[in-house]
Protein backbone atom coordinates (compact mmCIF):
# COMPACT_ATOMS: atom_id res chain seq x y z
CA UNK A 1 0.00 0.00 0.00
CA UNK A 2 1.18 3.47 0.73
CA UNK A 3 3.76 2.82 3.21
CA UNK A 4 6.42 1.16 0.25
CA UNK A 5 7.08 5.06 -0.90
CA UNK A 6 8.25 5.97 2.64
CA UNK A 7 12.03 5.25 3.34
CA UNK A 8 12.38 3.33 6.13
CA UNK A 9 12.67 4.35 9.56
CA UNK A 10 16.25 3.52 11.75
CA UNK A 11 17.23 2.32 14.54
CA UNK A 12 20.79 2.18 16.21
CA UNK A 13 21.20 0.22 19.33
CA UNK A 14 24.77 -0.64 21.25
CA UNK A 15 25.71 -4.54 20.81
CA UNK A 16 24.54 -6.38 23.59
CA UNK A 17 21.03 -4.22 24.22
CA UNK A 18 18.05 -5.74 23.38
CA UNK A 19 16.29 -4.19 20.19
CA UNK A 20 12.51 -3.28 20.01
CA UNK A 21 11.29 -3.10 16.58
CA UNK A 22 7.43 -2.12 16.06
CA UNK A 23 5.05 -2.56 13.27
CA UNK A 24 1.61 -0.69 12.77
CA UNK A 25 -0.89 -2.45 10.99
CA UNK A 26 -4.12 -1.90 8.56
CA UNK A 27 -5.44 -4.97 7.35
CA UNK A 28 -8.14 -6.33 10.27
CA UNK A 29 -8.08 -9.54 8.24
CA UNK A 30 -4.80 -11.00 8.23
CA UNK A 31 -4.48 -14.19 10.37
CA UNK A 32 -1.11 -14.77 10.71
CA UNK A 33 1.58 -12.28 11.34
CA UNK A 34 5.40 -12.31 10.16
CA UNK A 35 8.46 -10.92 10.57
CA UNK A 36 11.35 -10.90 8.05
CA UNK A 37 15.05 -10.35 8.15
CA UNK A 38 16.66 -8.39 5.17
CA UNK A 39 20.44 -7.77 4.68
CA UNK A 40 21.56 -5.86 1.82
CA UNK A 41 21.48 -7.06 -1.71
CA UNK A 42 19.36 -10.18 0.11
CA UNK A 43 15.63 -11.79 -0.36
CA UNK A 44 13.97 -11.26 3.22
CA UNK A 45 14.39 -14.28 5.41
CA UNK A 46 11.63 -15.64 7.76
CA UNK A 47 12.30 -14.66 11.62
CA UNK A 48 9.18 -15.67 13.42
CA UNK A 49 5.52 -15.53 13.35
CA UNK A 50 2.58 -15.36 15.33
CA UNK A 51 -1.04 -16.12 14.94
CA UNK A 52 -3.25 -13.91 15.24
CA UNK A 53 -4.97 -15.49 17.99
CA UNK A 54 -2.16 -15.29 20.04
CA UNK A 55 -0.24 -12.34 21.69
CA UNK A 56 2.97 -13.03 22.61
CA UNK A 57 5.36 -15.67 20.67
CA UNK A 58 9.10 -16.57 21.61
CA UNK A 59 11.52 -18.05 19.45
CA UNK A 60 15.52 -18.11 19.89
CA UNK A 61 16.64 -14.61 21.05
CA UNK A 62 13.77 -13.16 19.78
CA UNK A 63 10.23 -12.53 20.91
CA UNK A 64 6.97 -11.25 18.62
CA UNK A 65 4.06 -9.30 20.30
CA UNK A 66 0.63 -8.79 18.53
CA UNK A 67 -1.81 -6.30 20.12
CA UNK A 68 -4.96 -6.60 18.12
CA UNK A 69 -6.88 -3.85 19.74
CA UNK A 70 -4.03 -0.92 18.53
CA UNK A 71 -2.83 -3.16 15.65
CA UNK A 72 0.51 -3.10 16.38
CA UNK A 73 3.12 -5.46 16.61
CA UNK A 74 6.31 -5.49 17.71
CA UNK A 75 9.34 -7.53 17.81
CA UNK A 76 11.93 -7.90 20.59
CA UNK A 77 15.93 -8.91 19.79
CA UNK A 78 17.43 -9.86 22.82
CA UNK A 79 21.63 -8.66 23.23
CA UNK A 80 21.54 -7.35 19.99
CA UNK A 81 24.77 -8.42 17.83
CA UNK A 82 26.59 -7.18 14.94
CA UNK A 83 25.05 -9.71 12.67
CA UNK A 84 21.59 -8.51 13.20
CA UNK A 85 21.87 -5.30 11.32
CA UNK A 86 19.33 -5.29 8.48
CA UNK A 87 16.58 -4.16 7.44
CA UNK A 88 13.18 -6.03 9.13
CA UNK A 89 9.68 -6.01 7.65
CA UNK A 90 6.71 -6.95 9.24
CA UNK A 91 4.03 -8.66 6.97
CA UNK A 92 0.60 -9.80 7.07
CA UNK A 93 -0.99 -12.66 5.84
CA UNK A 94 -4.87 -14.40 5.77
CA UNK A 95 -3.54 -17.79 4.59
CA UNK A 96 -4.73 -16.70 1.23
CA UNK A 97 -2.62 -15.21 -1.52
CA UNK A 98 -1.35 -12.20 -0.73
CA UNK A 99 1.04 -10.98 2.03
CA UNK A 100 0.77 -6.58 2.72
CA UNK A 101 4.27 -5.81 4.64
CA UNK A 102 5.10 -3.14 6.39
CA UNK A 103 7.17 -0.45 5.67
CA UNK A 104 10.45 -1.87 7.86
CA UNK A 105 13.03 -0.72 9.77
CA UNK A 106 16.92 -0.40 9.54
CA UNK A 107 18.76 -1.69 12.49
CA UNK A 108 22.54 -0.79 12.92
CA UNK A 109 23.92 -2.46 15.58
CA UNK A 110 26.64 -0.69 17.04
CA UNK A 111 29.80 -2.92 18.31
CA UNK B 1 12.91 -29.19 0.32
CA UNK B 2 11.80 -26.24 -1.75
CA UNK B 3 13.84 -23.96 -3.26
CA UNK B 4 13.54 -20.87 -5.33
CA UNK B 5 15.43 -19.54 -8.20
CA UNK B 6 15.60 -16.06 -9.73
CA UNK B 7 18.17 -14.71 -12.90
CA UNK B 8 20.03 -12.51 -12.93
CA UNK B 9 20.90 -11.23 -9.54
CA UNK B 10 22.03 -8.17 -11.33
CA UNK B 11 20.84 -6.46 -15.10
CA UNK B 12 21.98 -3.32 -16.59
CA UNK B 13 19.69 -2.07 -19.64
CA UNK B 14 18.96 1.39 -21.61
CA UNK B 15 16.06 2.78 -21.68
CA UNK B 16 13.70 1.36 -24.09
CA UNK B 17 14.94 -1.81 -23.95
CA UNK B 18 12.67 -4.82 -22.74
CA UNK B 19 13.13 -6.99 -19.84
CA UNK B 20 12.34 -10.65 -19.07
CA UNK B 21 13.26 -11.98 -15.36
CA UNK B 22 12.49 -15.14 -14.77
CA UNK B 23 11.39 -17.38 -11.42
CA UNK B 24 11.32 -20.73 -10.77
CA UNK B 25 10.17 -22.68 -7.82
CA UNK B 26 11.69 -26.34 -7.32
CA UNK B 27 10.10 -29.14 -4.18
CA UNK B 28 6.01 -27.41 -4.52
CA UNK B 29 3.46 -28.00 -6.30
CA UNK B 30 0.82 -24.90 -7.30
CA UNK B 31 2.47 -22.73 -5.21
CA UNK B 32 0.67 -19.19 -4.96
CA UNK B 33 3.88 -17.06 -7.04
CA UNK B 34 4.66 -13.08 -6.11
CA UNK B 35 6.60 -10.40 -7.83
CA UNK B 36 7.37 -7.52 -5.74
CA UNK B 37 9.65 -4.47 -6.09
CA UNK B 38 11.70 -2.49 -3.82
CA UNK B 39 13.09 0.64 -4.04
CA UNK B 40 16.71 1.53 -2.52
CA UNK B 41 16.17 2.21 1.04
CA UNK B 42 12.43 1.94 0.66
CA UNK B 43 9.68 -0.83 1.61
CA UNK B 44 8.11 -4.14 -0.69
CA UNK B 45 5.78 -3.42 -3.64
CA UNK B 46 3.80 -5.91 -4.66
CA UNK B 47 3.40 -6.36 -8.37
CA UNK B 48 2.00 -8.97 -9.42
CA UNK B 49 0.89 -12.98 -7.81
CA UNK B 50 -0.61 -15.49 -9.12
CA UNK B 51 -2.73 -18.52 -8.16
CA UNK B 52 -1.98 -20.54 -10.94
CA UNK B 53 -1.25 -21.22 -14.80
CA UNK B 54 -2.19 -18.31 -17.07
CA UNK B 55 -3.84 -16.44 -13.56
CA UNK B 56 -1.97 -13.05 -12.76
CA UNK B 57 -3.65 -10.09 -10.68
CA UNK B 58 -1.91 -6.93 -11.18
CA UNK B 59 -1.54 -4.48 -7.85
CA UNK B 60 -0.43 -1.31 -9.52
CA UNK B 61 -0.85 -0.23 -12.96
CA UNK B 62 2.56 0.03 -14.31
CA UNK B 63 5.10 -0.74 -17.08
CA UNK B 64 5.46 -4.14 -16.69
CA UNK B 65 3.82 -7.62 -17.38
CA UNK B 66 3.88 -11.11 -15.65
CA UNK B 67 3.09 -14.74 -17.48
CA UNK B 68 2.98 -17.80 -15.32
CA UNK B 69 3.69 -20.36 -18.47
CA UNK B 70 4.04 -23.56 -16.25
CA UNK B 71 2.97 -24.10 -12.27
CA UNK B 72 6.30 -23.02 -10.97
CA UNK B 73 7.62 -20.70 -13.60
CA UNK B 74 6.71 -17.07 -13.15
CA UNK B 75 7.83 -14.26 -15.44
CA UNK B 76 8.28 -10.59 -15.39
CA UNK B 77 8.67 -8.61 -18.13
CA UNK B 78 8.29 -5.37 -20.21
CA UNK B 79 8.20 -4.17 -24.00
CA UNK B 80 10.04 -0.84 -22.94
CA UNK B 81 12.22 -0.34 -19.90
CA UNK B 82 11.74 3.36 -18.22
CA UNK B 83 14.35 4.79 -16.02
CA UNK B 84 11.36 4.43 -12.94
CA UNK B 85 11.54 0.81 -13.49
CA UNK B 86 15.04 0.56 -11.49
CA UNK B 87 14.84 -1.55 -8.37
CA UNK B 88 15.54 -4.38 -6.83
CA UNK B 89 12.98 -6.76 -8.25
CA UNK B 90 11.82 -9.73 -5.63
CA UNK B 91 9.75 -13.43 -6.23
CA UNK B 92 8.58 -15.00 -3.91
CA UNK B 93 6.03 -18.20 -3.39
CA UNK B 94 3.48 -19.57 -0.75
CA UNK B 95 1.82 -22.86 -0.21
CA UNK B 96 -1.45 -22.43 -1.56
CA UNK B 97 -4.23 -21.57 0.67
CA UNK B 98 -2.15 -22.63 3.64
CA UNK B 99 0.51 -20.44 3.52
CA UNK B 100 1.64 -18.34 6.06
CA UNK B 101 4.97 -17.65 5.09
CA UNK B 102 6.07 -16.29 1.91
CA UNK B 103 9.52 -17.59 0.67
CA UNK B 104 12.10 -15.15 -1.51
CA UNK B 105 14.15 -15.51 -4.08
CA UNK B 106 17.74 -13.65 -3.78
CA UNK B 107 16.47 -10.59 -5.85
CA UNK B 108 17.43 -9.05 -9.12
CA UNK B 109 18.49 -5.75 -8.74
CA UNK B 110 17.83 -4.05 -11.95
CA UNK B 111 19.34 -0.63 -13.24
CA UNK B 112 18.38 0.96 -16.51
CA UNK B 113 20.28 3.68 -17.99
Known amino acids: GESVGLHLPTLSVQEGDNSIINCAYSNSASDYFIWYKQESGKGPQFIIDIRSNMDKRQGQRVTVLLNKTVKHLSLQIAATQPGDSAVYFC??????????FGTGTSLTVIP | SQTIHQWPATLVQPVGSPLSLECTVEGTSNPNLYWYRQAAGRGLQLLFYSVGIGQISSEVPQNLSASRPQDRQFILSSKKLLLSDSGFYLCAWSVRYRGTEAFFGQGTRLTVV
Open chain 1, 91 to 100: AGTNTGNQFY
